[in-house]
């Protein structure tokens, strides 16, 4: 087995991380597909089969669960087939499809397994979302598999169940055919980023990216003459980008990595002008023969050049901004949550950072809803000097704010991305990297992340941080994960006022949450006038600073738990504002 080597990669590339593991249609016709997943694993705390084994699946005929319940839940489903009781219907060698809704994913296996069931498909309550599924006080007890299906495809098979059997297949298919080739979005070099400002794409020296995917052999048998190819077409549909590597000959069982370097490689990509719009990106696997199993043999992506957005995540094609198909939050979070994005490039400067973009949802139990709801913007200098990932320099001790704002739910925006845009835009500097944040105390609110853009190859080969997160004033580069990456968006435009022309100062206080007094470090020295105030702008405190070497403490122990902006005023007239977090 031939790997890329990073040294990131020894953990995010190892091979069970890209076993083979679906949920496909099986019969009749119409539902034959691969379907977007998560899987109840055992290293959760589950009694389930561990898919990460090849061969280890089931395949078998659905049926809804009947716990005997009446009415309809909020989404108008049967509650019945929420079956949070002991089922009243026989589900003996059948796979059970349940609703989510309000009772443990665990309590809801273990009825359908005590009513004979072979496997469980629980269909999620949004469309476009899939969810990571906690054991809780029963999965221990589950030992039959587990998977999540997001509400549109679970409405898609219950419909074709009323018009006869529904076969699918769940688990590892590593071994079960002879001639199966496959590629994995996992494992595969997509574009830098997937949202670029045409101000930093003039032409093939400032945008460029290289191409490359892990080719595996699922088969039983042995394979040769497989070719990867990878085609990009531009916003016109012509094709500006055509490459194939072939002559690829693998054991089976076995994978290789076709990378910059490697024994197999695909040129870089690069264009001498880029027209604004969206750029499709396919890689193709084709064995010297037939695939007996060729849903897994393509992949799609894209890369859109705009003029007002920086982001890691897909344009949705509808709205032309990211939207966030499925929303988290930490599961140990007390206080602040931040969903980030970085912007690190030698054209920066041609840019003014406006805002950010973000989508977030609260939690139906919760009943809460958006409309009214704050969310705090901050664009941060990321000052702290570190060349990569695996720079043991790395972390956030020196952010120094730049740019702020908040954001009001004007209604119950549910799962669409908004724009909050900052009070002052901040004018960008070459090659300093930054860091966007949308934040919020809201313990209910979970804000939008990717579900069709996999950038673990992206994290593992250019060990660069793209999209991390805060929690309780804690950063973490990688975020949830780099198979998951925000759907944050920083908003651009044309720079039309230089850094020094601005009337601001950078300004920050630490600890930041903090419980009684807080050090403020501005650039500046002498005297300087603090007003703080709440967010409604009532002030809470006011006082008088003697900056030392730029800083000096405040003591914040009279104000009261919640979110404070601090205004200062140097004797030169430059402001500098920020905001604090009152524990």
Same mark, same amino acid.
């Given at each position: ?39 109840? /694993? ?7 089969? /561990? ?60 009825? %359908? ?232 490039? !030698? ?47 790395? !972390? ?86 780099? +198979?998951?990456?925000?759907?944050? !968006? ?18 920050? !206080? ?10 403020? %470090? ?29 800083? +000096? ?31």
């Amino acid at each position: 087995m031939k790997k890329l080597l990073l040294t990131i990669s020894a953990v995010v590339l190892s091979a069970t991380t890209y076993a083979q593991v679906i949920a496909a249609g099986i019969s009749p016709q119409s539902i034959v597909a691969n379907y977007t997943h998560t899987w109840a /694993d055992p290293a959760g705390g589950w009694g389930t089969p /561990d898919f990460n084994i090849p061969g280890t699946f089931v395949q078998d005929t659905l049926k809804i669960v009947d716990d005997g319940s009446t009415g309809t839940n909020a989404q108008g489903n049967p509650i019945s087939a929420e079956g949070c009781n002991p089922l009243i219907n026989d589900l003996t060698g059948k796979i059970a499809v349940i609703f989510r809704n309000t009772c443990e994913f665990g309590v809801k296996a273990l009825n %359908a397994q005590n009513a004979g069931a072979v496997g469980v498909i629980i269909v999620n309550r949004n469309p476009g979302e899939v969810i990571a599924m906690g054991a809780g006080s029963q999965g221990a007890n589950v030992t039959i598999p587990v998977v999540m299906l997001d509400l549109t495809d679970g409405l898609a098979l219950i419909a074709e169940m009323a018009n006869g059997p529904v076969v699918m297949f769940l688990g590892n298919k590593t071994g079960l055919f002879p001639n199966d080739g496959g590629i994995s979005g996992g494992a595969t070099l997509l574009p830098r980023q997937a949202m670029i400002p045409s101000q930093l794409a003039q032409n093939g020296t400032e945008f460029n990216f290289d191409l490359g995917s892990r080719v595996y052999n699922y088969g039983n048998q042995a394979q040769t003459g497989m070719a990867l190819n990878a085609k990009i077409t531009n916003p016109a549909g012509a094709t500006v980008y055509d490459n194939t590597t072939s002559g690829i000959s693998l054991p089976a069982g076995d994978s290789l990595d076709v990378f910059p370097g490697g024994a197999s490689t695909l040129p870089n990509f690069s264009l001498a002008s880029y027209p604004a719009g969206t750029y499709t990106l396919t890689y193709t696997l084709t064995l010297s023969g037939p695939d007996d199993y060729n849903a897994d043999n393509v992949l799609t992506t894209t890369f859109t050049v705009t003029d007002s957005m920086f982001s890691y995540a897909q344009a949705d094609p509808a709205t032309g901004s990211p939207s966030g198909g499925n929303y988290y939050r930490p599961g140990s979070n007390n206080q602040t949550y931040s969903s980030c994005q970085v912007i690190d490039n !030698a054209n920066a400067s041609r840019l003014k950072a406006t805002g950010i973009y973000f989508s977030a949802t609260t939690s139906a139990a919760s009943g809460v809803l958006l409309t009214g709801e704050e969310m705090a913007l901050y664009l941060y200098k990321w000052e702290d000097v570190f060349t990569d990932l695996n720079d043991a320099n790395l !972390a956030f001790n020196t952010l120094t704010e730049v740019a702020n704002g908040f954001y009001y739910y004007p209604d119950d925006l549910q799962g669409e991305t908004v724009f909050g845009a900052f009070t002052t835009p901040a004018a960008l500097e070459d090659n300093q990297r930054y860091l966007a944040c949308v934040q919020t105390v809201n313990l209910n609110l979970y804000m939008g992340h990717e579900n069709g853009t996999n950038l673990t190859w992206n994290e593992a080969y250019y060990l660069q941080p793209m999209a991390p997160n805060e929690s309780d004033g804690t950063y973490y580069a990688g975020g949830f994960g780099s +198979d998951i990456p925000s759907s944050v !968006a920083i908003g651009v435009a044309d720079n039309d006022v230089s850094v020094a022309e601005l009337n601001t100062v950078a300004g920050k !206080a630490f600890p930041n949450p903090a419980n009684d007094v807080v050090t403020v %470090a501005i650039e500046g020295e002498g005297t300087a006038q603090l007003t703080v105030t709440d967010v409604a702008g009532k002030v809470a405190m006011a006082t008088t600073l003697n900056l030392a070497a730029g800083q +000096d403490n405040v003591n914040i122990n009279a104000l009261e738990t919640g979110l404070y902006i601090f205004n200062v005023t140097l004797e030169n007239g430059k402001t500098a504002q920020f905001n604090v977090v009152k524990k």
